[in-house]
Each structure stands twice: as structure tokens, then as C-alpha cells.
């Protein structure tokens, strides 16, 4: 694809989630794998991990009965979420969820860290963020539940698929049409947690 066709996708999509109301274009991407994975289902309690400015949670809080979003940056109200102000990578993060719901059907996370440039660096933060968001979806998945989980890309990349395979019955990687084509963002898709089966 060319640049120019990649920035006119994108374009396509920025402008599409205005005329929607979305609050972000990734609004989309989430779409996307929902319509391919069925991650969500009626009623379903989700944890929204970097969920602001808030487009997953506006998806998500079409079929959840409730959504706790987390992120360390302000997110404006939004019916159905509760909002969680904090670091997914810090141990009271837990805490602070567990004061909203007990466990969750699904964990999201669109958690991105600042970019550096330097893309060793960078990725390795997404892992790590992935990590985090792994061990929350541990902690608050009930048996049967599902993950989804942006990665970048890299060195790091296939340990921490293997560790998510341990964990779920079914386990994809995904790029959704909505992802911009020079990124090197996958969204991992995991099914069917096993509660009994925890590493
Ligand atoms: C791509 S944006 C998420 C967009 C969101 N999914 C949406 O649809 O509106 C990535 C988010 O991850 C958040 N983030 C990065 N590191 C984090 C951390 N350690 N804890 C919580 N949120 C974090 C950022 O603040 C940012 O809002």
C-alpha cells in the first residue's frame, strides 16, 4: 500500500468515527474484531484497559452491562463506565478495579506506551504493558472468558503469545483493516480462559 493510500485510510477512519460520535478512531478496530471474534456478549462485565480517550468503551458498553476503564490519563464520563484513574502496571491497580466488580467475562486492553522512536525500547514497553494486562485478566477473568490485547511487533513478541496460549483455549493474532498499514500493532484474541489451568 502507499503512503498516500495509507494516510487516506486513515483519514477515512478519523473521519468516519467523528460522523459516528466515537471518541477515537480505534473504535473501529475494536468493531472489527468483534464482528469477527464475538468477544463481547450481551450483558458481559468488561475491563477496559488504556481506554482513553474512551472509543473501546463506547463499543464495549453496547453490550456490557458494565465497563471499568483504566487509564492514567482523564477520561470524560461515558453511561455504563465506571472510569478508573491509574497505572495498569502498578500491583494496586487490582485493588482499585476490585472496588467496582469482583471478576469480569472480558479483559480489553488498547494500552500503548508514549513512543520513543526507539522501536527496541518501545516495544518492550508494549510487552510490558502486556504483561500487566495478562496478569489482570488472570486475577478478574471468570472460567470461559476473553482477552484481547494490543502488542507491537518484535523480539518479544512470541514468549508472550506462548504465554497467553497457556492461559485460553483459543488464541489468535489479528491486524484489524482499521490498523494503520505501516504499524506493527497486532491484536492478540484470546478464548475461552481456564479458571482451573492458571501459569
Ligand atoms: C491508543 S490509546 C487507547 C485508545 C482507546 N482504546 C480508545 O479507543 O479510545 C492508549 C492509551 O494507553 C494508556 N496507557 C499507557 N500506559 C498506561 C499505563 N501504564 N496504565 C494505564 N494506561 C496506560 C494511554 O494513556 C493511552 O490513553
Not at 33 to 53: E, M
Not at 95 to 116: F, L, M, Q, R, Y
Not at 139 to 145: A, Y
Request: with cysteine; proline share 3%; charged share 30%.
Amino acid at each position: 500500500m502507499t503512503r498516500w493510500y495509507a494516510e487516506r485510510k486513515r483519514d477515512h477512519y478519523y473521519k468516519e468515527a467523528k460522523k459516528q460520535g466515537y471518541r477515537a478512531r480505534s473504535a473501529f478496530k475494536l468493531l472489527q474484531i468483534q464482528n469477527r471474534y464475538r468477544v463481547l456478549k450481551k450483558g458481559c462485565i468488561v475491563i477496559d484497559l488504556g481506554a482513553s480517550p474512551g472509543g473501546w468503551s463506547q463499543i464495549a458498553a453496547k453490550y456490557a452491562s458494565v465497563v471499568v476503564a483504566v487509564d492514567l490519563q482523564p477520561m470524560k464520563p461515558l453511561d455504563k463506565v465506571i472510569f478508573v484513574k491509574g497505572d495498569i502496571t502498578k500491583d494496586e491497580i487490582i485493588e482499585k478495579i476490585g472496588e467496582h466488580i469482583d471478576e469480569a467475562d472480558v479483559v480489553i486492553s488498547d494500552a500503548s506506551p508514549n513512543i520513543t522512536g526507539n522501536y527496541t525500547m518501545d516495544q518492550a514497553r508494549s510487552v510490558w504493558l502486556c504483561e500487566n494486562a495478562l496478569k489482570i485478566a488472570k486475577h478478574f477473568l471468570r472460567d470461559g472468558g476473553n482477552f484481547v490485547c494490543k502488542i507491537f511487533e518484535g523480539e518479544d513478541y512470541p514468549a508472550f503469545l506462548e504465554k497467553v496460549r497457556k492461559n485460553f483455549r483459543m488464541v489468535k493474532a489479528h491486524s484489524p483493516q482499521a490498523s494503520r498499514k505501516q504499524s506493527s500493532e497486532i491484536y492478540i484474541i484470546a478464548k475461552g480462559f481456564r479458571r482451573d489451568f492458571i501459569i
